[in-house]
């Protein structure tokens, strides 16, 4: 690739990732405006936020995983001018949203096995069940919506979902504020008001989206909104074997989160309320090097879908780079403002202190996160996506929280039991580190193995 083509594939990258990082910004900002609200109401409210958004969000984003893993497949029909083939693509998807719905919902209304399971004092499983279960509802229009969404990231065209995202903040803040804290006939409901606000904004995310996808020009062309073909079982077939194994990795990713969250539930409140504050900003973080890797992605996928296997290659390196030097920069900013951030989140002097010290592992956490981000969006362009999940189970289960839940209460050779949440964040540090080590290794294998076929 030549300096003015590689200058021309960064422009691409960057436009493609700033902007999803704006809507993924506006959209965890759903999250932050949750987290300050319910800090704000009480420390029980912040807590049963913690644990029941930790649950809400394995759900969600282990099936949004196998529906966003659906980008490479459209991105690849896209480059290689199959326009029609990605609306009969689309409309095949919708039976596995609608599975995915069903399964979902299912998991949120029913989650006393996990609450007791990771022993979640009983003074939250109240709250906390009260909050899954109005998140249901909010659910099967979540994941419709982020199918919209991975359909316009694969086209190029990420803008229109990124200017509703940011829209929608205007009605997610107040109606958070309101539902929470009660008003005007409606009574304080603390953390379950910011749920009910939450099932606003994606009914009305989903019926935009559906109106967008009828009337404007940017889908003629695919002939998305026809009648829904009769299931197409090899079709669905080849969408599992893509997206299942890639959910389930972003379900071992995620549910270390949340098996962080439920263990530190029982060190109280206080432990709970601090980790909330640095799970939130790790995430916020993460939605950096997951924009650059989606956008990243669409366009590796696009060049495999056009035969230019090379031009696939360089826009990796190039993702890598800007990718890799933004961890970096961001790592140290944390490191700096971590006190300032957690005095922000928590008016409780006491919450404060501790997140600043979860703070600085995060800063460290950061690096790793990134880097394994990065290489699985890269490893799906090249339907590699079963090595990953078993890499995460391995290392993010067996090393990130096995290994925190060791060092935390029980102790690790001559370390004694922190009893703290920060024990989890250095287990989860160390996974990363050895998974940045991994996913790059399997990455090179896969393109390798890639340009073998293609001389073959």
Not at 236 to 258: C, D, H, K
Not at 342 to 352: F, G, K, N, P, T
Request: hydrophobic residues 55%; glycine residues 8%.
């Amino acid at each position: 690739m030549s300096a003015g083509a590689g200058a021309s594939e960064r422009g691409i990258i960057a436009r493609h990732a700033g902007t999803v990082l704006a809507g993924q910004l506006a959209t965890m900002a759903f999250g932050i405006t949750d987290t300050i609200v319910a800090g704000r109401y009480s420390q029980q409210a912040l807590a049963a936020l913690s644990v029941g958004s930790a649950v809400y969000i394995t759900v969600f984003v282990a099936l949004m995983g196998v529906l966003q893993a659906l980008l490479p497949i459209w991105a690849e029909l896209h480059g290689g001018r199959r326009h029609e083939e990605v609306g009969r693509s689309v409309r095949q998807a919708l039976y596995l949203a609608v599975l995915a719905s069903v399964a979902g919902v299912f998991g949120l209304l029913f989650p006393n096995t996990l609450l007791q399971g990771t022993e979640v004092p009983p003074a939250l499983q109240d709250d906390v069940r009260q909050y899954l279960s109005v998140l249901a509802l909010a659910l099967p229009p979540a994941l419709l919506f982020r199918m919209y969404s991975t359909l316009n990231q694969s086209l190029g065209h990420p803008q229109l979902v990124t200017w509703l995202q940011l829209a929608s903040m205007l009605v997610k803040v107040p109606l958070t504020i309101w539902f929470a804290f009660g008003g005007a006939g409606v009574p304080a409901m603390g953390a379950v008001g910011c749920a009910w606000a939450t099932v606003v904004v994606n009914y009305l995310f989903v019926a935009i989206a559906l109106w967008m996808v009828r009337t404007s020009a940017l889908y003629a062309p695919y002939a998305v909104w026809r009648p829904p073909e009769p299931p197409h079982w090899r079709t669905i077939a080849e969408f599992a074997r893509l997206g299942i194994p890639a959910g389930l990795a972003i379900m071992v990713e995620v549910t270390s989160f949340t098996l962080m969250s439920l263990f530190i539930a029982r060190q109280g409140t206080l432990a709970s309320a601090a980790h909330q504050i640095a799970a939130n900003l790790a995430a916020v973080m993460y939605m950096v090097p997951l924009s650059i890797a989606i956008a990243t992605s669409a366009r590796v996928s696009y060049w495999l879908g056009a035969g230019e296997a090379k031009k696939a290659r360089g826009s990796i390196r190039t993702g890598f780079r800007i990718g890799l030097t933004l961890a970096v920069v961001m790592g140290c900013a944390m490191m700096l403002a971590r006190s300032g951030l957690a005095s922000l989140y928590s008016s409780d002097r006491q919450v404060a202190a501790v997140a600043t010290g979860l703070l600085a592992w995060v800063a460290v956490y950061h690096f790793g996160d990134a880097m394994q981000a990065l290489c699985v969006f890269m490893l799906r362009s090249y339907r590699v996506t079963v090595a990953p999940l078993v890499a995460y189970c391995i290392l993010l289960w067996g090393v990130g929280v096995l290994g925190g839940y060791q060092l935390a209460y029980r102790g690790v050779g001559t370390w004694p039991a922190l009893q703290s949440p920060a024990a989890f964040w250095i287990g989860s540090s160390f996974a990363l580190a050895v998974l940045a080590i991994v996913l790059p290794l399997i990455l090179w294998r896969a393109v390798r193995d890639s340009r073998i076929t293609v001389a073959a």
